[in-house]
């Protein structure tokens, strides 16, 4: 590796040089923000008079006696380019007798000499380079509007007009880099990781594409980029970071931190083929591009509609799960039809759990386990879906039932709901069974409907009559819970007015098409007694659209799959194997299983363990030497663990010690059965 000081013209002269932003590299992604604060720095430099001015440093590798690849300084290195193409072009504009656009074109922009095609020096990646090969045709019509490269070409040019534009050419000239060039030892990954430790200018997935793409070589580069990050960037809408995040939840059935996913990514793939997880993760980003535009790619409207039903949720906490769903479709694991069913219990399980105002934050372990739990059992074959509505239904506490919704829908405050859940209900509860739709969602966006109190928040006189003595009680009680809600697209004119009016008032609810106001138009009162009536009311329709799944009918095995995670009793138990690290070990005994878990760790990294068996905090359980242990096992010549601990303390040190090894209790699973 070489530095040096590098002025910024001397770094783009040369006619045949060329600088290429390797594939691995992210979109130019500068915004009006910095370029308006580069366009300024340098107006400062040309008001001030400054002889020089660091912008930072460019790091590339010099491939051939042609090709300069940048590891770290494409955004302003390509805001400049940007900026000088600008300058020529409005130069010329403004007078068509200038030579100072051939100037910059010779200088820093092309090479004359170059075959056809190829002369432009800045060869951007994939998309950014047609953008930026277009600015130099100056053909507005063919501009890539949607590109940043374009729209600061355009912020550049309509600067120019306030100022000297050979100045400005000198104040640009006098920007300089701390110039590195690295030499084929370099780790190129290495350097740029320590450049953007930080993590202020690259997303996660910026992070993994340049650590699967750096130190192959060019061609190799662009083979895996256009074969597969390319395409998983449009599967994804570029939520790249986020989707990896999900594939790897699925995988290790634990989910990194938003930050860390990067490091987890590069712990996954350590003892991986790259190329195949590659493949996967292509693949997988297809089923994800199905889930969030609700569009499978054999149409299919009962899946489709059951997606954007999953979609008005917001609950990408399932996405995990869903990528598992559609993974087993794939793989003639389910059905069609089971997967409709599974995508309708996930609905029914958790807006039940929205009624029932049961916390969010458990719903990341439940979606995560799923899969792994329904093929727990020997009954999932061709009834999936069926063990899954098992599974979820064992637990009431975290499904509610029949009994728990209807009491909760009597009191629930719908009307303080998220907003787009509420809509969603109203959607539901609104267009179940009817032939014609009513686009509630759209309805509600534009303005055209809103929701309604019929009981009104601010109680006239007459409303004070009309509900009775016990007017306040009611009115506290009843407020925003179903009962007294509906939508209706005149809710400013209603407001206060008594029942009366509003069903008779003009396009009231007299006139309403609305199913959800078709009732009301019969009722002559509006009292405690007709708000429980249409709560019942609702309530059934509730219970008829977001159905609880039934119990099983066969016979279900006696071992259980649990997770290291749950917190279970195992005393008087019998475990037969357990799955760690995407490998199933039988066992025959609670002793066994820890002997064996404690080898494969030991086997994975020993120095670990063996620090641990040296640390006071652990000396109780494992220790370097069997002194002081009535019962020992022996895991290498300097790790022994006490074999008299009791099963609750096995696990609660297990869950400590696979800490030190970045594994979640959640990847580990137990499958137990209990004692005859």
């Not at 569009?295 to 997606?307: E, F, M, R, S």
Request: hydrophobic share 35%; glycine share 2%.
């Amino acid at each position: 590796m070489t530095a040096s000081k590098n002025e910024v013209k001397r770094f783009l002269e040369g006619r045949a040089e060329r600088f290429v932003i390797p594939v691995y590299q992210r979109n130019y992604n500068w915004k009006k923000e910095q370029c308006e604060r580069l366009f300024d720095d340098i107006l400062d430099i040309m008001n001030n008079n400054y002889k020089s001015y660091f912008i930072g440093s460019i790091v590339y590798i010099k491939a051939d006696n042609y090709n300069n690849y940048i590891i770290d300084g494409q955004q302003r290195l390509t805001s400049i380019c940007i900026l000088l193409l600008a300058i020529a072009h409005f130069a010329k504009k403004k007078n068509p007798d200038t030579t100072l656009d051939e100037q910059i074109f010779e200088d820093y922009l092309i090479d004359k000499r170059a075959k056809p095609g190829e002369s432009i020096k800045l060869r951007p990646i994939r998309d950014d380079r047609d953008a930026y090969n277009r600015l130099f045709y100056e053909k507005k019509e063919d501009f890539i509007e949607d590109s940043n490269i374009t729209a600061n070409y355009i912020y550049f040019y309509n600067r120019l007009g306030e100022v000297e534009l050979e100045n400005l050419l000198q104040a640009i000239q006098k920007l300089f880099v701390i110039e590195i060039k690295l030499e084929g030892e370099d780790d190129p990954q290495l350097i740029f990781e320590s450049l953007n430790s930080t993590g202020l200018d690259l997303d996660e997935a910026d992070r993994i594409r340049n650590f699967i793409l750096t130190g192959k070589s060019p061609e190799i580069q662009e083979e895996w980029y256009f074969k597969y990050w390319y395409k998983i960037e449009k599967n994804t809408e570029n939520e790249i970071s986020e989707f990896i995040r999900d594939y790897l939840s699925c995988k290790q059935k634990s989910i990194p931190n938003k930050n860390r996913v990067y490091l987890t990514f590069k712990n996954f793939i350590k003892d991986k083929d790259i190329m195949n997880t590659l493949e996967d993760l292509l693949k997988f980003s297809k089923f994800y591009k199905e889930i969030l535009s609700a569009n499978y790619q054999q149409p299919n409207d009962k899946l489709n509609v059951a997606l954007s039903h999953i979609n008005k949720l917001e609950i990408g906490v399932s996405y995990p799960f869903l990528l598992e769903l559609f993974d087993n479709l794939s793989n003639k694991v389910l059905t069609l039809e089971q997967m409709i069913n599974c995508l309708d219990l996930i609905q029914n399980f958790v807006i039940r759990r929205q009624i029932c105002d049961l916390p969010t934050s458990k719903l990341n372990k439940v979606f995560i386990t799923l899969d792994k739990l329904v093929k727990s059992d020997t009954n999932f074959i061709n009834n999936y879906d069926s063990v899954l509505g098992h599974i979820l239904s064992q637990k009431e506490d975290d499904f509610p039932n029949n009994e728990v919704v209807q009491r909760a829908l009597l009191t629930k405050n719908i009307y303080n709901m998220k907003p787009k859940n509420r809509t969603y209900l109203f959607y539901m509860l609104e267009n179940f069974e009817n032939k014609e739709r009513v686009d509630i969602f759209n309805s509600i966006e534009n303005r055209e409907l809103t929701v309604e109190h019929i009981m009104p928040q601010k109680l006239s006189s007459k409303w004070i009559y009309d509900l009775g003595e016990n007017y306040d009680e009611v009115h506290k009680k009843y407020l925003h819970t179903l009962g007294n809600l509906t939508l209706t697209g005149y809710n400013s004119k209603m407001s206060n007015k008594t029942f009366h009016e509003k069903k008779s008032m003009d396009k009231g609810f007299n006139e309403s098409r609305l199913y959800l106001n078709k009732e009301l138009s019969k009722i002559e009162n509006w009292n405690e007694q007709e708000i429980k009536k249409r709560t019942k009311l609702l309530t059934d329709r509730f219970l008829n659209i977001w159905k609880y799944p039934k119990k099983l009918k066969i016979n279900t095995i006696q071992e259980k799959m649990y997770l290291l995670d749950e917190d279970i009793d195992f005393t008087g138990t019998l475990i037969k194997k357990f799955d760690l690290l995407d490998e199933t070990v039988e066992v025959s005994n609670w002793a066994d299983f820890t002997s064996k878990i404690y080898h494969i760790l030991y086997e994975k990294e020993p120095i670990t363990m063996i620090k641990l068996a040296h640390s006071k905090g652990f000396k109780s359980f494992i220790r370097p030497t069997p002194e002081g242990f009535n019962k020992s096992t022996r895991i290498s010549n300097n790790v022994y663990l006490n074999n008299t601990s009791s099963v609750i303390t096995k696990l609660r040190v297990l869950k400590k010690i696979i800490s030190y090894y970045d594994i979640e209790p959640a990847q580990i699973a137990l499958y137990v059965e209990s004692k005859k």
